[in-house]
């Protein structure tokens, strides 16, 4: 286990906009940073990040936490795998305490296949650099294509020896169970044995957005036509092609700071582009680009740039891939290189000015790309043309977006010489086609969420008693250590029990209010999340007179951590959608602090005075004798006193 020493330098080291911003674009917003939810499709941000706080929420799925709460969330990290790669990037030695027997069986399948695909990556660069086969074909391969040595390590390129169970015979030497080792799909157990899937080849590791391996490709190097050229990692638990790009963990800074990201078709294309310094390119791995891939970019960016080669394969996956740019809400241009050129060659004979320069200038916006290249294909036949002006159409309907589909429809009339009536026309029509898709009741978002959160965090806070429990752990966080004036009702019986009324004004800090008047009606809270925030927040005023929300944030338990959340940025969801300036003034809390506690409080009696008058009614059936009776009735009708005195307080009828 790690040890607690280790948790508390991460928690201070690391800085929840820094983290968030290698996965999510972020824009400055008052104080806070806002950008695009990465747990659900929108365009509208609802993503909150408190640099003050050092907590986040996503107001669309009503996740939150604090930065170790993102990366599990977001990466799927168990909490010590989040603790492990804070550690790694801000350079923190992880101290690790003596694990039980039962905590090490706790490891699940998902980590072991990412150990494994770390060990492969460390070895296959290893042969690279020390086997003499690796220097001599996998180096030498490498070099020749003009990559430097810096480049090669810094992608981690590999070389996978040629026996057929090299890798196999090195894994399990180094300790790692077969099965993994087969489930990763770096090894293939068949009739001939264990065999290496990837032996003889150049190894490229493909990282997630987080560094971490799901999978490799490899390029044979010898030209027998029996053998792919290039080989993947089969599907696994970790590795997803349709969700995965290459590079992608390489660039995302670098697109989230040029706010654009060129994609290409290739691992080299990526590696010589980055090592001339274009930085924010990735690949789509030589596969048809998928929607996940696009919502992955767009994280980092709204803008896209297609690369495509000099020729008709790259012109026709450039096509193919523009119109599911465009459902994705993104703005795409194209990019073709001269004819028998590609990203890599282009980038091996140019300097980095002159590749921006060409990207600049040659990058087309998809209309007047697809324009000229249909147009070119129909010449002067009427037929082509039309044909051309509803595929130009078919893309513009698939914008989200109206008002970029009327600017498009616009343009496209204008370079077709074709009516803008007609094109609207056959705009409506695109959309009549299209079968309307069915409505779900859930919006998919909970199915992504940890079961526990899930279950714990839903309906109940509809009790009237639970939401005021949650507003007093809000108002101890946000305002427990200041000063306020709180008018206080005292009341007593006499001896006829007649109810009576004392009001006074006191003054004293807002948790000691807080804390003597639960203390005087002994109250435990009803929701057990409620009841350990509220006793560290005691206990913290009580040991230390204060409170630092940054630091009560630190909740291994994610439950905590949400409600934390929820209460710390539920002020400022205002700031997301610009409520000024629409006329709209949130009103500052601190202002009536004092007012807030006495109606709290009051509301919260009121509501256990509620409970207790339902519990005595509930034992009128046990009642034995008319004294028991008469003591029942006075009793009700104390409480039933009590009641009215306080709704007075509230300015309620009953």
């Given at each position: 286990?790690?040890?607690?020493?280790?948790?508390?330098?991460?928690?201070?080291?690391?800085?929840?906009?820094?983290?968030?911003?290698?996965?999510?674009?972020?824009?400055?917003?008052?104080?806070?940073?806002?950008?695009?939810?990465?747990?659900?499709?929108?365009?509208?941000?609802?993503?909150?990040?408190?640099?003050?706080?050092?907590?986040?929420?996503?107001?669309?799925?009503?996740?939150?936490?604090?930065?170790?709460?993102?990366?599990?969330?977001?990466?799927?990290?168990?909490?010590?795998?989040?603790?492990?790669?804070?550690?790694?990037?801000?350079?923190?030695?992880?101290?690790?305490?003596?694990?039980?027997?039962?905590?090490?069986?706790?490891?699940?399948?998902?980590?072991?296949?990412?150990?494994?695909?770390?060990?492969?990556?460390?070895?296959?660069?290893?042969?690279?650099?020390?086997?003499?086969?690796?220097?001599?074909?996998?180096?030498?391969?490498?070099?020749?294509?003009?990559?430097?040595?810096?480049?090669?390590?810094?992608?981690?390129?590999?070389?996978?020896?040629?026996?057929?169970?090299?890798?196999?015979?090195?894994?399990?030497?180094?300790?790692?169970?077969?099965?993994?080792?087969?489930?990763?799909?770096?090894?293939?157990?068949?009739?001939?044995?264990?065999?290496?899937?990837?032996?003889?080849?150049?190894?490229?590791?493909?990282?997630?957005?987080?560094?971490?391996?799901?999978?490799?490709?490899?390029?044979?190097?010898?030209?027998?036509?029996?053998?792919?050229?290039?080989?993947?990692?089969?599907?696994?638990?970790?590795?997803?092609?349709?969700?995965?790009?290459?590079?992608?963990?390489?660039?995302?800074?670098?697109?989230?700071?040029?706010?654009?990201?060129?994609?290409?078709?290739?691992?080299?294309?990526?590696?010589?582009?980055?090592?001339?310094?274009?930085?924010?390119?990735?690949?789509?791995?030589?596969?048809?680009?998928?929607?996940?891939?696009?919502?992955?970019?767009?994280?980092?960016?709204?803008?896209?740039?297609?690369?495509?080669?000099?020729?008709?394969?790259?012109?026709?996956?450039?096509?193919?891939?523009?119109?599911?740019?465009?459902?994705?809400?993104?703005?795409?241009?194209?990019?073709?290189?001269?004819?028998?050129?590609?990203?890599?060659?282009?980038?091996?004979?140019?300097?980095?000015?002159?590749i921006k320069v060409y990207l600049s200038e040659q990058a087309k916006d998809f209309i007047q790309f697809?324009?000229?290249?249909?147009?070119?294909?129909?010449?002067?036949?009427?037929?082509?043309?039309?044909?051309?002006?509803?595929?130009?159409?078919?893309?513009?309907?698939?914008?989200?977006?109206?008002?970029?589909?009327?600017?498009?429809?616009?343009?496209?009339?204008?370079?077709?010489?074709?009516?803008?009536?007609?094109?609207?026309?056959?705009?409506?029509?695109?959309?009549?086609?299209?079968?309307?898709?069915?409505?779900?009741?859930?919006?998919?978002?909970?199915?992504?969420?940890?079961?526990?959160?899930?279950?714990?965090?839903?309906?109940?806070?509809?009790?009237?008693?639970?939401?005021?429990?949650?507003?007093?752990?809000?108002?101890?966080?946000?305002?427990?250590?200041?000063?306020?004036?709180?008018?206080?009702?005292?009341?007593?019986?006499?001896?006829?029990?007649?109810?009576?009324?004392?009001?006074?004004?006191?003054?004293?800090?807002?948790?000691?209010?807080?804390?003597?008047?639960?203390?005087?009606?002994?109250?435990?809270?009803?929701?057990?999340?409620?009841?350990?925030?509220?006793?560290?927040?005691?206990?913290k005023f009580q040991v230390e007179g204060k409170v630092q929300p940054e630091k009560i944030i630190h909740?291994?338990?994610?439950?905590?951590?949400?409600?934390?959340?929820?209460?710390?940025?539920?002020?400022?969801?205002?700031?997301?959608?610009?409520?000024?300036?629409?006329?709209?003034?949130?009103?500052?809390?601190?202002?009536?602090?004092?007012?807030?506690?006495?109606?709290?409080?009051?509301?919260?009696?009121?509501?256990?005075?509620?409970?207790?008058i339902k519990n005595l009614m509930d034992t009128v059936d046990e009642l034995n004798s008319s004294e028991?009776?008469?003591?029942?009735?006075?009793?009700?009708?104390?409480?039933?006193?009590?009641?009215?005195?306080?709704?007075?307080?509230?300015?309620?009828?009953?």
């Amino acid at each position: 286990m790690i040890s607690r020493s280790t948790i508390d330098q991460v928690y201070e080291a690391a800085r929840v906009e820094e983290v968030i911003g290698d996965f999510v674009a972020l824009k400055k917003s008052g104080s806070n940073f806002k950008g695009l939810s990465p747990f659900s499709q929108e365009r509208t941000p609802s993503f909150m990040v408190s640099p003050v706080k050092q907590i986040w929420k996503d107001f669309s799925s009503g996740k939150g936490g604090n930065v170790v709460a993102f990366l599990m969330e977001h990466e799927h990290f168990t909490y010590p795998e989040a603790i492990e790669f804070l550690a790694k990037k801000y350079n923190i030695e992880i101290e690790k305490t003596e694990q039980s027997e039962k905590e090490k069986e706790k490891i699940n399948q998902k980590e072991s296949l990412y150990i494994v695909n770390k060990f492969a990556q460390e070895q296959f660069s290893k042969d690279l650099w020390e086997l003499p086969e690796g220097i001599a074909i996998g180096l030498s391969y490498f070099r020749e294509r003009g990559f430097s040595d810096e480049t090669i390590r810094f992608f981690g390129l590999g070389y996978a020896a040629k026996q057929i169970d090299y890798f196999f015979k090195t894994s399990t030497k180094a300790g790692y169970l077969e099965k993994n080792v087969y489930d990763t799909g770096l090894v293939i157990k068949n009739e001939r044995g264990k065999v290496d899937r990837f032996r003889g080849r150049v190894m490229f590791p493909i990282r997630s957005m987080a560094g971490r391996v799901q999978g490799f490709g490899g390029r044979i190097l010898s030209s027998t036509s029996k053998i792919a050229k290039y080989l993947n990692s089969p599907e696994s638990d970790i590795y997803h092609k349709s969700q995965i790009l290459y590079g992608i963990f390489e660039a995302k800074k670098a697109i989230a700071k040029e706010d654009i990201c060129y994609l290409v078709e290739g691992y080299t294309d990526v590696i010589q582009m980055y090592q001339s310094g274009v930085e924010n390119i990735v690949s789509s791995s030589g596969t048809a680009l998928t929607p996940e891939q696009i919502r992955l970019i767009s994280r980092l960016t709204s803008n896209i740039v297609v690369l495509f080669d000099g020729d008709s394969a790259g012109l026709n996956a450039a096509i193919r891939g523009i119109d599911l740019i465009l459902e994705q809400g993104m703005n795409v241009r194209i990019c073709s290189f001269p004819e028998g050129e590609d990203p890599d060659s282009f980038a091996k004979s140019h300097s980095l000015e002159e590749i921006k320069v060409y990207l600049s200038e040659q990058a087309k916006d998809f209309i007047q790309f697809k324009t000229d290249l249909l147009l070119e294909k129909a010449e002067n036949d009427p037929i082509k043309k039309a044909s051309t002006v509803r595929e130009i159409v078919q893309s513009i309907s698939k914008i989200p977006d109206k008002i970029k589909q009327e600017i498009y429809l616009r343009e496209c009339a204008n370079k077709m010489d074709v009516s803008e009536a007609v094109l609207f026309n056959a705009l409506a029509q695109e959309k009549n086609k299209k079968p309307t898709p069915v409505r779900k009741i859930n919006n998919g978002l909970n199915q992504q969420a940890p079961s526990a959160l899930r279950n714990e965090t839903k309906p109940k806070l509809t009790n009237p008693i639970i939401l005021l429990e949650k507003q007093i752990i809000s108002i101890l966080i946000q305002y427990g250590n200041d000063d306020a004036s709180f008018d206080e009702l005292l009341v007593s019986f006499d001896t006829d029990g007649n109810l009576i009324e004392e009001s006074k004004t006191v003054h004293s800090k807002v948790y000691e209010k807080i804390f003597l008047d639960l203390q005087q009606d002994e109250v435990e809270m009803i929701q057990p999340e409620f009841q350990s925030l509220y006793n560290q927040l005691i206990k913290k005023f009580q040991v230390e007179g204060k409170v630092q929300p940054e630091k009560i944030i630190h909740q291994e338990d994610p439950i905590l951590g949400k409600i934390l959340t929820d209460i710390l940025l539920a002020d400022e969801e205002h700031q997301l959608h610009n409520w000024e300036k629409k006329n709209i003034f949130v009103k500052d809390r601190k202002s009536v602090v004092g007012q807030l506690v006495s109606e709290t409080i009051l509301t919260f009696r009121r509501l256990l005075v509620d409970q207790k008058i339902k519990n005595l009614m509930d034992t009128v059936d046990e009642l034995n004798s008319s004294e028991e009776d008469k003591e029942f009735l006075e009793e009700v009708m104390q409480y039933q006193s009590l009641k009215k005195l306080l709704s007075k307080k509230l300015n309620r009828v009953i």
